[in-house]
Structure formats: C-alpha cells, structure tokens
C-alpha cells in the first residue's frame, strides 16, 4: 500500500482518458445497430446479480482506459489492504473491517489485526446476538410482566437506523405476524411520539443503538421512551411506582448497542445485554454487526445469517475476480467516468421494487458519507472533483414523478435500475381494463415492462423523424423528441432475498470505496457531521431563553433564534 494517494490526474491513463473524451461522441442507437454483441459482451454477473453495463456511454476503449486507471492508482492493493485490515482509514488510524463482519466461519489463516484475533471476536458477538434473538423469538426473554415481546423499537440514528430501516422493509415477506419492529432516530419529538403510539408497554423491547452511548438524538429518545415506559407500566399498574421497579423495567425492556459499558449500566440496561461492535466498523458499514440486532430478531438468526453470506458473496467477487470481470470496480470506474470526465452532478438508484422504497436513502448515507471530501487521505486537496449526490425512488412512483428531468433535461444522470424476476407477492388483475391491462394480467409483468421501456427509452430516445411519422404536429415534435443517450445499468436478480440483498449492499460499498481510491480519499471518516452537531449544542442555551448566548450568534442566526422564541406555542 503506497503511503500517500496516488493523484489519478497524474496517471497516463487519466491522460489518455482526456485525450479519448476529445473524440467521444455518445451514440447507444448507433453503437447497438453497428455491434449486435454488444449487450451479451457488456453483461457481468456477481454472485445472484447480472449486471448490464450495456447502456452506459461508454465504448470498449472507454472500459480498457478506466481499468488502466485503476491500476494506475493502485486499486487491486488497496482492496487487498482493505480485506487484510491495514489502516486505510488514516484519520483516524483505524483498520477498515466492515468485511471481517461476514467472513465464512473456520476460514483459515484466520485473520488477525492489531494483535486481535478478528474472527474469533466476531464470530462470539454474533452468536451472542444470535442467542438473543432466538431467546425473543421463542418467549423465552419476556417483559417485566411476564408477556413475550411482541414489538421491537430500535433507536439510532445515522448508520444505526438506516441500514436496519431498509433491511426491514427489503425482508418484509420473511417477517412474522407476531412480532414487529419500529424505529426512531429524528430527535423532532414527533418520531418517537408516532412509533410509540399504539404500543402496548409489557410487550414492548427497546434496542438503543449507539457505539458510544453518547449520541445526543438517540439518548435523548431512548430517555424518552424509558419515560415512556415508567409511566405506561405504572398507570397500567403493571409496576409500583418506585426506583426498584422503574429500574427492574428497563432491565426487561431495554438492551443496547454498544461498547461504552459504564454508560449502559448508567442508564439502567444490564451490561450483560450489551452487544458490541468495534472502531473499525464505520456506522454507514454497520448493518451487518450488532447493530442488525432488531433484524436478526425480527427475522430470526437464519435470515440474518444468509443476509451476511449475501454480503461475503459480493465481498469475495469483489476481492478475487479480474478488474475487467469485477462488476463493483466497473460500476466504480463508470462512475468517476461520469463525475470528472462527463460533469455528471449526481446518480439516480431506481429500484422497481416497493421492498427497496428506503434503498436510495441508505445509499445517500453510504455514498455521500464516504465520499463527499475535499481533502485526500494525507491532507493534501483534492485534485478533481469527487461525490456525487445520490438520490431515488421506486418505479414507477419515479415515473410519474422526476423522470422528465432524466429523460429531457440538459444535464447527464447516470441511474441504475433495479429489479427482480420473482416478485415476494405475485398478484393478478383478475378483470384488467378491457384496453391495456388483460383480464388475468400479471402484475408483475406489468411493472417490470415498465423497467424495460425506461432504460430503452433512455438510451435510444425517439427522434424528430419517429415524432413526425406519428402525425404530431411541426410545431409540437420538438416537445416530444427525445434525445437519448442517457445512460442506465440494469441490475437483476431471481428474487429479493436475504442474500441477494446482502449481496446488493456489499455491491454499493465496493463500488463506493473504488471511488475513493481514485480520487485519493479516505472513505471511512467522516468529520464533515461534526461541526454542526458542536454549534448546535454551542447554541442549545440562546433557543432556551440565554440572552448572552444569543448575543454571540451571528445577526442571521440570532433573528431565526429570536422568531423562534416569540413564536414557540
């Protein structure tokens, strides 16, 4: 591993990138019509997933120089210091081991870092969450009044709440009637209002999800919903109303994510019920350690255990196969292809699948996280622009909402698309419409004909010519043209399962850390979310009446403080 980031703007690949742009002319219909091998020489596969790279703008001279970069910039010995727990993280001078989490159990040599033996460590949380879970699930654990749990409510924020949020709307079909999850990690009063509402409190189990045990909006909710508790069990008279019994609650209503024991017992919860995780696991990389504890309970240590072989399935393709076969190092390179070659500002994640509708948020998190840097790794700045601003929804929601801008507005947004071939809920429109949908119609057909069309319409458009010959009026066939040459990957897979979706997760992390490796970056910190959690606290006292505190806000801060307090109901 090269001490100081390679400056990919230096390379002779980046050189002959630039040189290539000059001539580039994006041309998908001109390029299928002329190569009708195109879509068969472009397809990778990985794992469950096959991915077609086919209608991204880009020639196989363009796919040959971007692998020419990535050797340049070192790639294939950053993945393999990554897999081997050098500290590539170096500000903060940590290991990067988010894939030590689903290593294969007895693989040998085993991996050790810093001393630790990494695997045994690992393979002991797990187990232990696991035994956790299956002690929820049976009714063996139970609350203070003897009831099973019948709700989980996990509380985190950042990588705490968004990994477990998606997985569990992703796995929906695998959950059970008898037990659901929430979750709450906004510190508006609202959330954890909303999530506790309706809840029955004897039957209630809270995970608080927080390495350090100090993160203000998840202690802040989690005192709430200890509040919360205390008030329900005693008005219930399920409890007396005393320390005694307040505290033997939280005991059997309340476990914890994380490292900082001391705190744990300080708020109530059992040391012994504290699950861990370590420092060189980054929150955003975090879904698949203690802090899944609520999906391996929500879904039972099975299914928590083929989500993670999902993710070593990615992880070993990722680490083993070729760049030019690598479906993460491509989808890596394409996008910087996109930043600093096509001036792309930001990517679209279209998954046509409802189970994925909170995908695109936690890749928000994953990509802008890790990537949304100015410096590089040494300190140094940057010497090209980096990040792009992910963003989504699912079709065909989408559809009816902002494609206009993908498919006729003036910048390039490269999005990938993805979908499944065996829906979780395969449904019929008995009656149909008598017009386009048959009686008898399958559903699913209907949405994924929708997926097809979008990414054909999006590379090869409609000409003025094709507008014409539908009799469309000389003044309208402007409007209605459409240029094409947007580019899109398809990604597919059989269908949703825990694998396929640990395999997707590792797919975007891979593809994320590619890209910072590129442009030199250290992925894996993210100081950029520190200062304005340091104001707000700093300004906490001018918002609750301190007039010497507002005095030193700025004039626009202080007149925003100042119209909250007259306005406060």
């Given at each position: 591993?090269?001490?100081?980031?390679?400056?990919a703007t230096t390379t002779?690949?980046?050189?002959?990138?630039?040189?290539?742009?000059?001539?580039?002319?994006?041309?998908?219909?001109?390029?299928?019509?002329?190569?009708?091998?195109?879509?068969?020489?472009?397809?990778?596969?990985?794992?469950?997933?096959?991915?077609?790279?086919?209608?991204?703008?880009?020639?196989?001279?363009?796919?040959?120089?971007?692998?020419?970069?990535?050797?340049?910039?070192?790639?294939?010995?950053?993945?393999?210091?990554?897999?081997?727990?050098?500290?590539?993280?170096?500000?903060?001078?940590?290991?990067?081991?988010?894939?030590?989490?689903?290593?294969?159990?007895?693989?040998?040599?085993?991996?050790v870092v810093d001393g630790?033996?990494?695997?045994?460590?690992?393979?002991?949380?797990?187990?232990?969450?696991?035994?956790?879970?299956?002690?929820?699930?049976?009714?063996?654990?139970?609350?203070?009044?003897?009831?099973?749990?019948?709700?989980?409510?996990?509380?985190?924020?950042?990588?705490?709440?968004?990994?477990?949020?998606?997985?569990?709307?992703?796995?929906?079909?695998?959950?059970?009637?008898?037990?659901?999850?929430?979750?709450?990690?906004?510190?508006?009063?609202?959330?954890?209002?909303?999530?506790?509402?309706?809840?029955?409190?004897?039957?209630?189990?809270?995970?608080?999800?927080?390495?350090?045990?100090?993160?203000?909006?998840?202690?802040?909710?989690?005192?709430?919903?200890?509040?919360?508790?205390?008030?329900?069990?005693?008005?219930?008279?399920?409890?007396?109303?005393?320390?005694?019994?307040?505290?033997?609650?939280?005991?059997?209503?309340?476990?914890?994510?994380?490292?900082?024991?001391?705190?744990?017992?300080?708020?109530?919860?059992?040391?012994?019920?504290?699950?861990?995780?370590?420092?060189?696991?980054?929150?955003?990389?975090?879904?698949?350690?203690?802090?899944?504890?609520?999906?391996?309970?929500?879904?039972?240590?099975?299914?928590?255990?083929?989500?993670?072989?999902?993710?070593?399935?990615?992880?070993?393709?990722?680490?083993?196969?070729?760049?030019?076969?690598?479906?993460?190092?491509?989808?890596?390179?394409?996008?910087?292809?996109?930043?600093?070659?096509?001036?792309?500002?930001?990517?679209?994640?279209?998954?046509?699948?409802?189970?994925?509708?909170?995908?695109?948020?936690?890749?928000?998190?994953?990509?802008?996280?890790?990537?949304?840097?100015?410096?590089?790794?040494?300190?140094?700045?940057?010497?090209?622009?980096?990040?792009?601003?992910?963003?989504?929804?699912?079709?065909?929601?989408?559809?009816?909402?902002?494609?206009?801008?993908?498919?006729?507005?003036?910048?390039?947004?490269?999005?990938?698309?993805?979908?499944?071939?065996?829906?979780?809920?395969?449904?019929?429109?008995?009656?149909?419409?008598?017009?386009?949908?048959?009686?008898?119609?399958?559903?699913?057909?209907?949405?994924?004909?929708?997926?097809?069309?979008?990414?054909?319409?999006?590379?090869?458009?409609?000409?003025?010519?094709?507008?014409?010959?539908?009799?469309?009026?000389?003044?309208?066939?402007?409007?209605?043209?459409?240029?094409?040459?947007?580019?899109?990957?398809?990604?597919?897979?059989?269908?949703l399962t825990p694998s396929?979706?640990?395999?997707?997760?590792?797919?975007?992390?891979?593809?994320?850390?590619?890209?910072?490796?590129?442009?030199?970056?250290?992925?894996?910190?993210?100081?950029?979310?520190?200062?304005?959690?340091?104001?707000?606290?700093?300004?906490?006292?001018?918002?609750?009446?301190?007039?010497?505190?507002?005095?030193?806000?700025?004039?626009?801060?202080?007149?925003?403080?100042?119209?909250?307090?007259?306005?406060?109901?």
């Amino acid at each position: 591993m090269t001490t100081s980031p390679v400056d990919a703007t230096t390379t002779p690949a980046w050189a002959d990138l630039g040189s290539h742009l000059s001539d580039f002319r994006g041309d998908l219909r001109g390029w299928f019509a002329s190569d009708p091998q195109r879509a068969e020489r472009l397809t990778r596969t990985a794992g469950d997933l096959t991915v077609d790279l086919s209608k991204n703008l880009v020639t196989d001279d363009t796919l040959d120089l971007l692998v020419r970069l990535a050797r340049d910039v070192a790639l294939p010995e950053r993945i393999e210091a990554m897999f081997t727990g050098e500290h590539i993280n170096v500000t903060e001078d940590r290991a990067v081991l988010h894939t030590a989490l689903r290593r294969a159990p007895g693989t040998q040599p085993p991996l050790v870092v810093d001393g630790q033996d990494v695997d045994a460590d690992v393979a002991r949380e797990l187990d232990k969450v696991c035994a956790f879970a299956d002690q929820v699930r049976s009714g063996e654990w139970s609350g203070i009044t003897g009831k099973p749990v019948t709700t989980v409510v996990n509380i985190g924020i950042g990588g705490s709440d968004l990994g477990p949020v998606m997985v569990y709307e992703a796995l929906e079909p695998y959950g059970s009637s008898d037990l659901e999850a929430r979750f709450v990690s906004n510190i508006d009063p609202t959330d954890v209002a909303q999530k506790l509402s309706g809840l029955d409190p004897e039957t209630t189990l809270f995970i608080v999800a927080s390495k350090t045990f100090g993160t203000l909006e998840t202690l802040t909710n989690a005192r709430l919903a200890r509040a919360w508790l205390w008030e329900q069990l005693i008005a219930a008279g399920a409890i007396e109303d005393d320390d005694d019994a307040k505290q033997a609650a939280v005991r059997a209503h309340f476990v914890a994510v994380s490292t900082a024991l001391d705190k744990v017992a300080a708020f109530g919860i059992d040391p012994a019920n504290a699950f861990g995780f370590w420092d060189w696991v980054g929150g955003r990389y975090s879904v698949d350690s203690a802090i899944g504890t609520s999906l391996a309970v929500a879904f039972g240590p099975d299914v928590f255990r083929e989500l993670l072989a999902g993710f070593r399935t990615m992880d070993e393709h990722f680490r083993s196969t070729p760049l030019e076969q690598n479906v993460p190092a491509l989808m890596g390179l394409l996008n910087v292809w996109y930043v600093n070659f096509l001036d792309a500002h930001t990517h679209a994640v279209l998954p046509y699948a409802q189970q994925l509708h909170r995908f695109p948020a936690y890749l928000q998190q994953l990509t802008m996280e890790s990537n949304g840097k100015s410096v590089r790794w040494d300190g140094s700045p940057v010497t090209t622009q980096t990040g792009e601003v992910f963003w989504g929804e699912p079709g065909t929601n989408g559809q009816h909402a902002f494609y206009q801008l993908i498919h006729q507005g003036t910048r390039t947004i490269p999005a990938d698309f993805i979908a499944f071939a065996t829906p979780a809920y395969p449904l019929t429109d008995a009656e149909g419409d008598g017009k386009a949908v048959a009686a008898g119609a399958d559903v699913h057909e209907l949405f994924l004909a929708n997926f097809f069309a979008q990414t054909k319409a999006l590379a090869f458009g409609k000409t003025a010519d094709e507008v014409r010959a539908e009799g469309t009026a000389e003044e309208l066939v402007s409007a209605r043209t459409f240029s094409g040459n947007r580019p899109t990957t398809s990604i597919m897979a059989p269908a949703l399962t825990p694998s396929v979706l640990g395999q997707l997760v590792a797919l975007y992390e891979h593809i994320t850390f590619v890209q910072g490796v590129v442009w030199g970056i250290d992925s894996f910190d993210q100081w950029g979310v520190e200062l304005g959690k340091k104001l707000a606290l700093e300004i906490a006292p001018a918002v609750s009446g301190d007039d010497d505190a507002l005095a030193a806000q700025d004039s626009s801060t202080r007149r925003l403080v100042e119209y909250y307090r007259a306005h406060r109901g």
